[in-house]
């Protein structure tokens, strides 16, 4: 189907084509110029000290854990609402994950259910900016102040949302992007970690490759791994990063013509956006709830049959996972997970959409609203 239309899809213009010849061209496609090129405009980008590039978001998240000194038998706080490679970043660090409810509102972590899991082996907070909209940060950052944690913010959903005036990638002690394909910018896999602490920095740089300082080779500072970007994924990413601002209205600009219509259809929720957060809308969420004519099952049935892709991020909790957490969770625990996971779904609203796409998209699920 030529028409379908997909909750994402990559943007590739001849900017990119050029600087992908341009790496190619130059004989030297690895590590290398254009990286550290990448790692300054991301730094300067998010206001931030420091930028460490990897190869994708699962190995920044797996680096920034190293970087903040996690041991063996420390507990993470994370959302179990949220992309697998958050949590399973934790145990590649070595340590545990510890799951808790997330907010109704904004489907973040629930800063008011976060006292009552910490325990005297909890050493930091893993919390994801979820679809796009950032954590209550004033809040976390209170907590962590308050009990001696260390913040981790995995922003792969994130870039270039805004909290009180400060760019995500700058609202916790360390924190991690994706590049992936379907990310607001990418360069088909691809990662990058920022942050003011230069212990982090340093630590980060060494474990994405080898241990090793990229100036003293062959000497090694402990376990690393080979987590390096190329050259090539970064002169796409450049690319991308000098457009992110047009990317970003273009997504809320999506988004709100969404919100006007769809805020009156009785059984659909529309995203909640805090007033001190600006959403970039990696994700446009809605509710069904039993309210709507429609389950949810046959919204996305619906939509598909007229050529629109509609998923459900997530389907299941993490902590139903046994490799995450062996013993389980109690899932009364989780009342606001659990019910998220049987009411979301994400329909397109990346910027390649027309404005007809956009039309299409309400016009059919205004008429499935009246089934
Ligand atoms: C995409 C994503 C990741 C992982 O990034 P990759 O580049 O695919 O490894 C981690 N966390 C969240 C919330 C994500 O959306």
Redesign the pocket.
Known sequence: MSNYINISKPIIKKEELKAVTDVLNSGSIVQGKKVMELENEFAKFCKTKYAVATN????A?HTALHSIGLKKDDEVITTPF??V??ANSILMAGAKPVFVDIDEKTYNLDPKKIQAAITTKTKALLV?N?YGQPVNYEEINKIAKKNKLIVVE?A??SIDAEYKGKKSGSFADIA?F???A??NIMCG???MITTNNNVYFEKARFFRQHGQDENKKYEYFGLGYNYRMMDLQAAIACVQLKRLQNITKQRQMNAQKYNRTFNGIKGLVVPYCDKNSSHVY?QYTLRITSEFPLSRKKFIEQLKEKGIQANIYYPIPLYSFPHLIPNGVKVSDFPVTIKAVQEVVSIPVHPSLSSHDVEFIIKTIINSSKL
């Open positions: 994708n978001g699962t190995s998240l949220t992309f490679a958050t994801v979820i995995d792969a959903q991690c994706s590049l992936y379907t990310k896999e691809g990662g990696h």
